[in-house]
């Protein structure tokens, strides 16, 4: 019988860049770390972001009806670890990161090397997460810092210590 993959290594093979996700409705502005991002139409520009129903960046995006695409250059992975590993429901997470307002009125950070400000046209339930597809009304590269790309053992270091181990007792 053949053995099943690690698929946190088989994912890590999977390239995809680290975007922040951001949205305020009005009384809240929230944003998370995001990795499940996709273009899904030339005409009119349309990209679709994935999130976990359970994340407080969800409600406040399906409240919104809006999102900005922050997408964070590759000198930028500490920001990209303070949006992913903290929950706005305990810690600001704008605290010290300067932003200004897209014209959705999400905040784009000044950080990000590009962004896509998006309203949100379709919402879609996708097993664990939720599908938001956002028409693209604002788009800027905001400098030439390369993105940033993901693995998920950057972000889990001890998921892939606990993998090798299995993988060593094996032997």
Not at 65 to 90: P, Q, T, W, Y
Not at 151 to 171: F, G, I, L, T, V
Request: hydrophobic share 35%.
């Amino acid at each position: 019988m053949t053995e099943q993959p690690n698929l946190n290594e088989v994912f890590d093979m999977m390239v995809s860049g680290v975007y922040i996700a951001t949205a305020d409705d009005g009384e809240i502005k929230a944003g998370c770390t995001v990795v499940w991002v996709s273009r899904c139409s030339f005409d009119p520009p349309m990209v679709a972001v994935f999130i976990a129903p359970e994340r407080f960046s969800h409600d406040v995006v399906k409240r919104a009806k809006h999102f900005c695409l922050n997408v964070i250059g590759e000198n930028h992975f500490e920001l990209a670890k303070s949006f992913g590993l903290a929950s706005s429901r305990d810690t600001d997470k704008y605290t010290g990161v300067s932003f200004e307002k897209a014209k959705t009125g999400a905040p784009v950070l000044n950080d990000a090397c590009a962004y896509l400000d998006c309203e949100v046209v379709e919402t879609y339930t996708t097993g664990d997460h939720t599908c938001f597809v956002g028409r693209v009304v604002a788009a800027e590269r905001l400098s030439p810092e390369k993105p940033l790309k993901y693995r998920h053992s950057d972000y889990y270091p001890e998921e892939e210590q606990e993998a090798e181990s299995k993988a060593e007792s094996r032997n």
